[in-house]
Nanobody, 117 residues
C-alpha cells in the first residue's frame, strides 16, 4: 500500500535540463527499490534508472551519462535529474516502487516530458 505521485514534467528545448520528482506516501516500507520508466505512445514501457534504499543505482545505457537518479529517504521522495535532453527522451515518465520481500510493483500515473528540437 503505497501511493506514488510524479511531478515536474513539461515542455523543454533540446539540450535543456529538467528535474522530475516522485512523492511516496502510505506504507513507504514498500519502497526498498524505486525507479523511473518511460513510455511513448504505441511503444513498450522502457527502464530508465533505479535506486535502492541504500543508494545503489542502475541506469539504461541511453541515459547513463545524462541522467542522475537520487532519493531522499527522510521525505520519501525520488528524483530524476535530466540534462542534455534530446527529442528521443520525449515520453511519459512513470515512478516505480518495489518492496524488498514481496513480488509486486507500485506505479504512479506518469508525468509528460516533451523535448522539442
Amino acid at each position: 500500500q503505497v501511493q506514488l505521485e510524479e511531478s515536474g514534467g513539461e515542455l523543454v528545448q533540446a539540450g535543456g535540463s529538467l528535474r522530475l520528482s516522485c512523492a511516496a506516501s502510505g506504507h513507504t516500507d514498500s519502497t526498498y527499490a524505486m525507479g523511473w520508466f518511460r513510455q511513448a505512445p504505441g511503444k513498450e514501457r522502457d527502464f530508465v534508472a533505479a535506486i535502492t534504499k541504500r543508494g545503489s543505482t542502475r541506469y539504461a545505457d541511453s541515459v547513463k551519462d545524462r541522467f542522475t537518479i537520487s532519493r531522499d529517504n527522510t521525505n520519501n521522495t525520488l528524483y530524476l535529474q535530466m540534462s542534455s535532453l534530446k527529442p528521443e527522451d520525449t515520453a511519459v515518465y512513470y515512478c516505480n516502487a518495489r518492496p524488498l520481500h514481496i513480488n509486486t510493483d507500485y506505479w504512479g500515473q506518469g508525468t509528460q516530458v516533451t523535448v522539442s528540437s
